[in-house]
């Protein structure tokens, strides 16, 4: 019995527990179902939430793409700085009127008021610029908390004592000042110009002491130089002749160097050089120690022409009396109207003026081709010998293609001897490279005429100074245009002359004060004449030269 009911009571144990194990189990299948629902409505929530923050969220610009700004109308800054209503304008108008008042602040002292006046003056050069740069009108917000700032402070600057009239008698007194400090600049810059034009630099004063000490150490360069003064080459009319009156030996060596550099034949070339008596000695040591491609030169002093005196040349009789050696050697207080740049002494000096006795230094010749100390040949000369000047004395290129360069540009046509026999209108042309029939001139007695115009201009009423306008009157109806390229003017003084001209060019001139030899020459045209400079010479080494 006991075995009996012990086993019932197990098994109702038993029973009781599999009831509760599967009550157990049934009950997470409703709990499942319901955390199911609610995932799903979950997940549909957060779709929904992430779809409408898709929608209303700013486009995200990438840092390498363009940034597209809104588009406003572009505006003429010009116009908003004239109109009278513009907040642009009215910003330029007290930056002006602060500028003004930072000036007398200075001068009062006020520094901090002159500072705070400045920064305000920059937010408003900022503000104007930025608008300027973007084409868009200046907003109020944007223009009044710097209009405001610039009004307090001008203000202030007012309630400072410096009110309206002040400010006009110190800026008028200031604008004077300006005024007379930048004549007296325009003065100073002209004067200090002309001393460097008319300046001997020191390292071709360096070569000629040498040349001359070389001159007068050596017998043997005088002996050679008398004998070439024999030679038949000199009086030669089927060789090709040109003639350089210079100072200058290094210059003269760059003209004759570049003609013969240039000539199909150099051995045909002859060249008279005249030169003073201080530089004689080293001007013909120089063409003695060196070869110039088998040509030959003649070196010349001035002093050697007896005829060429007081009595027969007015310029002569002129350059000995007080009154003309006051305006062209001295400081030139006397004549403060005139221009420093017509004070030159070179403009007088007889080397100069000796292109009008070619015929009298070269007697038995019959063409010869003047060339001018600051040109450089690029072509072949000898063919200016076959041009045909139709019966004229001069050939030479003309440079009226502006109007300024007709004859009134250099002439005083107010004068009734010029005015009664030269057109006004008639074309200008250069020195420097021109072919001279020396026929044709002793037949128009040429010099007769140039002393003629020489006195006639002896209180300088008709020109002030130059061996042009003495040239144009001198030659006026018997000059014989040439082509262009072979005479290219402006490379002492334009720094804009076209490339393909100056290459083109027979001849190129460095008229004007900044000559190649000297350091303000135009850096751009020095090149073209220091091909022909001979560097590797001891004596061009030992003086620096380059």
């Known amino acids: ?150 009004a307090r402070l001008i203000y202030k600057a007012q309630d400072a004592h410096y009110d309206i009239s002040t400010t006009i008698v110190t800026l008028k007194s200031h604008a004077l000042a300006l005024e007379e400090r930048a004549k007296a600049a325009i003065v100073q810059s002209a004067e200090f110009g002309q001393l460097a034009a008319e300046s001997f630099p020191k390292s071709l004063h360096c070569l000629t002491v040498k040349l001359t000490e070389e001159w007068l150490r050596n017998p043997k360069h005088r002996s050679r130089s008398e004998e070439q003064r024999n030679s038949t080459r000199l009086v030669d009319n089927n060789l090709y002749h040109f003639c350089i009156f210079s100072d200058n030996v290094l210059a003269t060596s760059v003209v004759v160097n570049s003609t013969v550099s240039n000539a199909n034949h150099p051995q045909q070339l002859v060249f008279h050089v005249v030169t003073d008596r201080i530089h004689f000695g080293a001007m013909s040591t120089w063409f003695l120690i060196n070869d110039f491609k088998g040509c030959t030169v003649e070196v010349r002093c001035i002093d050697e022409f007896s005829w060429l005196n007081a009595s027969s040349s007015p310029l002569v009789r002129q350059l000995s009396e007080v009154e003309t050696q006051g305006y062209y050697y001295s400081a030139g207080s006397k004549h403060p109207e005139r221009e420093i740049k017509f004070h030159n002494p070179k403009f007088v000096s007889l080397l100069n003026h000796l292109r009008f006795y070619i015929p009298q230094i070269l007697p038995n010749l019959e063409k010869v081709v003047f060339l001018d100390d600051d040109v450089v040949v690029q072509k072949d000369l000898t063919q200016l010998f076959s041009i045909e000047l139709h019966g004229n004395v001069i050939g030479a290129v003309e440079t009226c293609l502006e109007s300024f360069h007709r ?140």
């Open 1 to 150: 019995m006991l075995r009996g009911t012990g086993h019932v009571g197990g098994d109702a144990r038993r029973r009781a527990l599999e009831h509760r194990r599967s009550a157990r189990r049934r009950l997470p299948g409703w709990i499942w179902w319901l955390l199911g629902i609610f995932l799903l409505v979950g997940l549909m929530l957060f779709v929904l939430h992430h779809n409408q923050k898709e929608q209303f969220r700013p486009p995200v610009v990438d840092n390498g793409s363009e940034i597209e700004e809104v588009p406003h109308e572009k505006v003429n800054f010009t116009e908003e700085l004239l109109s009278s209503t513009s907040f642009a304008r009215q910003l330029a108008d007290q930056m002006t009127l602060a500028k003004a008042y930072v000036i007398l602040a200075k001068e009062h002292g006020n520094l901090q008021l002159a500072w705070e006046l400045s920064s305000q003056i920059r937010n408003c050069q900022r503000l104007l610029s930025e608008g300027a740069v973007s084409g868009r009108a200046i907003t109020p917000d944007e223009a009044h908390p710097i209009i405001s700032r610039l």
């Open 407 to 546: 004859y009134h540009k250099y002439l005083n046509f107010s004068h009734p001897t010029i005015s009664s026999k030269i057109d006004p209108h008639t074309c200008g042309w250069a020195f420097g490279m021109n072919i001279f029939d020396l026929i044709a001139w002793r037949k128009a007695n040429a010099t007769s005429l140039y002393h003629y115009w020489q006195e006639q201009n002896s209180d300088l009423l008709l020109w002030r100074t130059g061996t042009l306008p003495a040239g144009l009157l001198t030659f006026y109806g018997l000059m014989e245009p040439l082509d262009r390229r072979w005479h290219v003017l402006g490379l002492g003084y334009d720094v804009d002359i076209d490339d393909r001209l100056i290459e083109s060019s027979a001849v190129v001139h460095y008229n004007g004060n900044m000559k190649p030899w000297l350091k303000l020459a135009i850096r751009r045209y020095k090149y073209i004449w220091e091909r022909y400079v001979n560097f590797s010479h001891p004596y061009v080494r030992e003086c620096m030269l380059h």
